[in-house]
């Protein structure tokens, strides 16, 4: 792997440059409020897959969990929007008002303890960064310093994440069981529903996904990314020269479910529900196959994949709804058995070598003059 001395390289830059061409400009200038919110919505996962590149790409730890993370996040935000949706005015027909309708049915007269601190905004951001990423410290450490990895990793976070789907739904009362909480109306006095309401929160989105892809890019340029990607390869030698094996997965792994965590609270945004269907091992798996889709090595390709696929399975689920688990299924097996390192690594091995030519040959050209510095040059 070459690390260089800019932030991207060429091709990282053209992916860099496409991306948000087509979500800050031809996406918002072409689709109505309604697509445009179901890119909002693919979006979400693209957070997902962009932690599971530093995770799985490069830290080489698959997890199936990630729906734990996403669930989180999004319950932590729903949280907030559900207590402000909940107010005295809102909820007085009901027998105790002031607390959430769910609360009411299950005969619950009084906010439970760990709900108030979710009256304030600044706690809930807090809260959607550090619940995540706790829990997913207390799993990588049990794990982690333990040598538990591979397959037994990706099994136990699947077990972590059929749990998690049971205790929400067998805990209806707090949680709003498998209905999830439902009818999330404003944030801070401003009302989330509205179209021109649904276009700012895409553009937050956007701006949120291009700070996660600078923080993940710069994380793979520094030392720590080649000691993943060394230890994903070599993990025993990793070891043995000295650093830490345990706390770098610990690290990949925490950073993941942070990444997906903020996926899920722009979720609870944009939808305005969240439900246990979002946190449970389906899909969580799906989550991997949007990766290995666009590329576990590549984050431009997660991203690119996290919304091809989505948008696949909204086409396809429209006029063939009982055929779109077999066609997801069908498009796994063909990324690992025909092009395993996905859409990236077609791009990789038959346009970018195409575009390098091309480049090359004007530069061969009598009076081409190229001031900028090489790929993988250091500037002066």
Same mark, same amino acid.
């Given at each position: 792997?070459?690390?260089?001395?800019?932030?991207?390289?060429?091709?990282?830059?053209?992916?860099?440059? +496409?991306?948000? &061409?087509?979500?800050?400009?031809?996406?918002?200038?072409?689709?109505?409020?309604? %697509?445009? @919110?179901?890119?909002?919505?693919?979006?979400?996962? +693209?957070?997902?897959?962009?932690?599971?590149?530093?995770?799985?790409?490069?830290?080489?730890?698959?997890?199936?969990?990630?729906?734990?993370?996403?669930?989180?996040?999004?319950?932590?935000?729903?949280?907030?929007?559900?207590?402000?949706?909940?107010?005295?005015?809102?909820?007085?027909?009901?027998?105790?008002? #002031? /607390?959430?309708?769910?609360?009411?049915?299950?005969?619950?007269? !009084?906010?439970?303890?760990?709900?108030?601190?979710?009256?304030?905004?600044?706690?809930?951001?807090?809260? /959607?960064?550090?619940?995540?990423?706790?829990?997913?410290?207390?799993?990588?450490?049990?794990?982690?310093?333990? %040598?538990?990895?591979?397959?037994?990793?990706?099994?136990?976070?699947? &077990?972590?994440?059929?749990?998690?789907?049971?205790?929400?739904?067998?805990?209806?009362?707090?949680?709003?069981?498998?209905?999830?909480?439902?009818?999330?109306?404003?944030?801070? *006095?401003?009302?989330?529903?509205?179209?021109?309401?649904?276009?700012?929160?895409?553009?937050?989105?956007?701006?949120?996904?291009? &700070?996660?892809?600078?923080?993940?890019?710069?994380?793979?340029?520094?030392?720590? #990314?080649? /000691?993943?990607?060394?230890?994903?390869?070599?993990?025993?030698?990793? %070891?043995?020269? *000295?650093?830490?094996? +345990?706390?770098?997965?610990?690290?990949?792994?925490?950073?993941?479910?942070?990444?997906? =965590?903020?996926?899920?609270?722009?979720?609870?945004?944009?939808?305005?529900?969240?439900?246990?269907?979002?946190?449970?091992?389906?899909?969580?798996?799906?989550?991997?196959?949007?990766? &290995?889709?666009?590329?576990?090595?590549?984050?431009?390709?997660?991203?690119?994949?996290?919304?091809?696929?989505?948008?696949?399975?909204?086409?396809?689920?429209?006029?063939? $709804?009982?055929?779109?688990?077999?066609?997801?299924?069908?498009?796994?097996?063909?990324?690992?058995?025909?092009?395993?390192? *996905?859409? !990236?690594?077609?791009? =990789?091995?038959?346009?970018?070598?195409?575009?390098?030519?091309?480049?090359?040959?004007?530069?061969?050209?009598?009076?081409?003059?190229? @001031?900028?510095?090489?790929?993988?040059? $250091?500037?002066?």
């Amino acid at each position: 792997m070459i690390i260089t001395s800019r932030f991207f390289n060429r091709s990282e830059l053209m992916g860099f440059i +496409a991306l948000a &061409a087509v979500l800050f400009v031809i996406l918002p200038l072409t689709l109505d409020v309604f %697509r445009l @919110n179901l890119v909002a919505k693919y979006l979400t996962y +693209a957070f997902v897959a962009l932690g599971l590149v530093l995770c799985w790409g490069y830290g080489g730890i698959l997890s199936l969990g990630q729906g734990v993370f996403f669930g989180l996040g999004g319950y932590c935000m729903a949280m907030f929007l559900k207590l402000e949706a909940s107010s005295v005015e809102n909820t007085k027909i009901q027998s105790t008002p #002031g /607390i959430p309708d769910f609360m009411d049915w299950n005969q619950i007269t !009084s906010l439970p303890l760990f709900w108030q601190p979710f009256h304030s905004l600044a706690f809930t951001i807090l809260a /959607i960064i550090l619940v995540p990423g706790l829990f997913a410290l207390i799993i990588g450490t049990a794990m982690f310093k333990r %040598r538990v990895g591979g397959t037994y990793f990706a099994i136990i976070t699947q &077990a972590v994440a059929a749990i998690l789907t049971i205790l929400i739904v067998g805990q209806q009362g707090y949680t709003g069981g498998i209905n999830g909480m439902t009818d999330l109306r404003t944030l801070k *006095g401003w009302d989330i529903r509205p179209d021109h309401a649904k276009i700012v929160l895409y553009f937050v989105e956007v701006v949120l996904l291009f &700070a996660c892809i600078g923080i993940a890019q710069f994380i793979r340029l520094t030392k720590l #990314g080649r /000691i993943l990607v060394a230890m994903r390869e070599q993990e025993d030698r990793v %070891r043995f020269s *000295g650093y830490s094996v +345990a706390n770098f997965k610990i690290f990949a792994f925490c950073m993941a479910a942070v990444f997906a =965590a903020i996926g899920g609270a722009t979720f609870a945004l944009n939808v305005g529900f969240m439900s246990p269907s979002f946190v449970g091992i389906v899909p969580s798996i799906e989550m991997v196959i949007y990766t &290995a889709v666009g590329g576990r090595m590549s984050i431009f390709g997660a991203i690119w994949g996290a919304i091809l696929v989505n948008f696949a399975k909204t086409s396809l689920s429209e006029s063939f $709804p009982q055929l779109w688990l077999f066609g997801l299924g069908a498009l796994f097996i063909a990324v690992v058995l025909a092009f395993p390192n *996905g859409l !990236s690594g077609l791009w =990789a091995d038959y346009v970018q070598p195409r575009i390098d030519r091309l480049f090359a040959s004007r530069k061969a050209k009598p009076g081409w003059n190229d @001031n900028s510095v090489a790929d993988g040059a $250091p500037a002066e």
